[in-house]
């Protein structure tokens, strides 16, 4: 990547001037090669690869700390949820900020707690109930930070090339859980717990420094010369609060954004609920253990497929047509787990099924087009905090349903529920 002069990064205005969109080209079909010429998105894919990893690594490293001081399932499964259950309260309370504030100084920050909440945590021994409070307290914030950079893809690219990097970005962010699966294990094993921690806060350090180095310092999006006006629309800036309290509340009144975000949410927990049940499912049909870790890998690998060959090999007219189509195969593999079928069988199926994750692609541009110019950060961070908000409460709702009709058939049902979201959604899109 491309380092940026003292000058550069001083200067809001010769900064904004300095970065380019990339567009979609007009004769022929987007590439990556495009997308990542743009060096600003380039940073942007790497810092979160590596955010997302440490994220990972952080969580699952704080669920064996807490497992093997409590001895108790519950703490540790609540140590990977309290990270997303937080996400939506924080959007509605916080996600005004998104618009509001400089975008490398926000991001530069966002870096820096989550390095500092994982080295407190790797450092100083504290209670089970301070441990999550913290994770909880740094969490809140999330959607800020992640509104922040979702908004500057859409500034850095547009068109097509924007679809792509979307694309990218969730390819990232499947690929960068595998790995900090994969690393979080290891780590905990070779370096312990604590050491463990600090590798995350060290690797959330490195992103704090990338991005204060690389990104140009523009400035916020609704600024203007005297700071007194948020947004294009010319509104006077109240309280951080209030503003983003009726931000969320005129996004959801919207009923073209609401149905968007409704179509990426729904599906999303319902899939999250069956993944939830992927343990308990591989212990009660007897499978050789260990297996649960290869079923549990099957999501984010379909992801990674799904979207590559959905992004890259498809024109942007076909993406958009497959919608629908794509959303009722996310849920209808799954149908078949019903019938107790191998464990080979059931790990195709759950390959298969998460390719249909795709669909989203072809909802991005519809998406951004319906959002408000003056708050796009507050929308994305929205999109992410509920979509995490349903996953935390998927597994909960679909694990209630195994309890009466046991897991294999409360799997299929998650399928149905989400082959009848993309029922419901060719209904206003086709």
Known sequence: MESVTAAAVSDAADSAAAVTAVPSPPHRRTTYRDVFGQPQFRLLFSTRILGISAETLRITTLSVLIFTASHSPLLSALAFGIGFLPQLPGSMLFGALADRLRPRPLLTVGFLLQCAAAAVLGTVP????????????????????????????AEFLTGDAYVLGRSLLNMASSGAQLVGLAVGGAAVAALGTSQALLLAAALNAGCATAVWLRLPDRPAPGSLPGGALDGAQGRPRGAV?????????????????????????????????????????????????GTYGLLMACGPTGMLVGDLVVGRMLRPAARERLVVPLAVWLGLPLLGLAAD????????????????????????????????????????????????????????????????????????????????????????LL
């Open 126 to 153: 504290m209670p089970t109930a301070a441990a999550l409070g913290l994770v909880g307290a740094v969490a809140v914030l999330a959607p800020v930070f992640g509104g922040a950079t979702s908004r500057l893809a």
């Open 241 to 289: 609060m209030a503003a983003s309290w009726s931000g969320a509340r005129r996004l959801l009144r919207d009923r073209a954004v609401r149905r968007l975000y409704l179509a990426q949410w729904l599906p999303s927990g319902f899939m999250a609920g069956a993944e939830g049940l992927i343990v308990s499912y591989a212990g009660q049909r007897g499978f050789a253990a």
């Open 341 to 428: 079928p191998s464990a080979s069988v059931c790990a195709l199926l759950l390959l298969a099924s998460s390719t249909g994750f795709s669909y989203a692609i072809g909802l991005q541009r519809r998406f951004l087009e319906v959002l408000p110019a003056d708050n796009q950060g507050q929308a994305f961070g929205l999109l992410s905090s509920g979509m995490m908000t349903l996953q935390g409460i998927g597994p909960v709702l679909v694990g209630a349903v195994a309890g009466l009709a046991g897991t294999g058939p409360a799997m299929a049902v998650a399928g149905g529920a989400a082959m009848l979201t993309g029922g419901w959604m060719a209904s206003w």
